[in-house]
């Protein structure tokens, strides 16, 4: 899958060239994008082709690395939660929702979907501890 410009922010994890990287800066140009990230080793990484960049899948190891903790499972369904933020996993169809949005279900598939939801709902970053 290929990440559209229009979902990134700076913050994002995402996969650059197999490296997980840390966007630091996106430039629009009519004729293309320039995104400036940070990888694991400290070195950054300047990419102007979109598609050089892939979105991470979202796991039960992001999670818990992002802070959540696992609070519960009920069914088929495993509760992560920070605070009042809830993510239930959903084993049998192995797919991530937030339902505690005044009763809109949102499925997620990627740790920078996760990030930018979390930002857009709580109005700060979730950064990995």
């Given at each position: 899958m290929m990440i559209q410009a229009n979902e990134l922010r700076i913050g994002n994890i995402i996969d650059y060239f197999?490296?997980?990287c840390i966007v630091k800066s996106i430039k629009y140009d009519p004729?293309?994008?320039l995104i400036v990230a940070t990888d694991t080793?400290?070195?950054?990484?300047?990419?102007?082709?979109?598609d050089a960049f892939e979105p991470i899948p979202l796991t039960e190891d992001w999670l818990l690395r992002f802070g959540f903790e696992k609070d519960s499972i009920i069914?088929?369904?495993i509760l992560f939660k920070i605070g009042y933020f809830k993510v239930w996993f959903d084993v049998k169809n192995n797919t991530y929702l937030i339902d505690n949005v005044r009763d809109i279900k949102l499925y997620i598939k990627y740790v920078h979907q996760l990030q930018n939801l979390y930002f857009a709902l709580?109005?700060?970053?979730?950064?990995?501890k």
């Open positions: 197999g490296n997980m004729a293309y994008y080793n400290g070195y950054t990484q300047y990419g102007n082709n979109i069914g088929l369904y709580i109005g700060e970053e979730l950064k990995v």
